[in-house]
């Protein structure tokens, strides 16, 4: 910071402790953020990353119980024990979508990704299970 201060100060800009501060800060989120997606950068900052998204697959546990369920316990066609189970699928990543905004173990990284997939699959969902006998 003095480092910025004396520079700043001959060019003649006069420097607060807070403009010093956002400009620290500006520079540790702009290398944070370029480790964001470089795995050999968290690497040598010592961030560990778990390999495999163990939440969002224990998540798909309620989409296929669902399916299960209407499978056998009820007298569903393959269309609609398939649409049972998408439409349950959109509504998980739905919600993903709203509170987390990930659902790694598809790929799915971002927050638009998440919500377009869950729209889909319960719009696909519900189309199967509609589908006449």
């Known amino acids: 910071m003095e480092d910025a201060k004396n520079v700043l100060s001959e060019i003649g800009l006069h420097t607060d402790d807070e403009m010093l501060s ?9 290398y944070a953020y370029s ?6 950068m968290r690497e040598f900052m010592g ?3 778990s390999i495999f998204p163990w939440v969002s697959a224990l998540c798909l546990l309620y989409p296929i119980g669902a399916g ?6 009820t007298p569903a066609r393959p269309p609609m ?4 189970g998408l439409a349950n699928l959109g509504y ?5 979508g709203i509170f987390r905004g990930t659902f790694k173990v598809f790929g799915l990284k971002k927050r638009w990704q998440v919500v377009v997939a869950g729209i889909s699959a319960f719009l696909i969902g519900t189309f ?6």
């Open 35 to 40: 480790a964001y997606d470089q795995p050999k």
């Open 22 to 30: 956002n400009m620290f800060n500006i520079i540790v989120l702009s």
């Open 128 to 133: 199967l299970s509609n589908i006449p006998a």
């Open 81 to 84: 024990i398939l649409g049972y």
């Open 47 to 49: 961030i560990k990353v």
């Open 92 to 96: 998980l990543l739905i919600g993903a």
């Open 68 to 73: 299960v369920y209407i499978a056998t316990q």
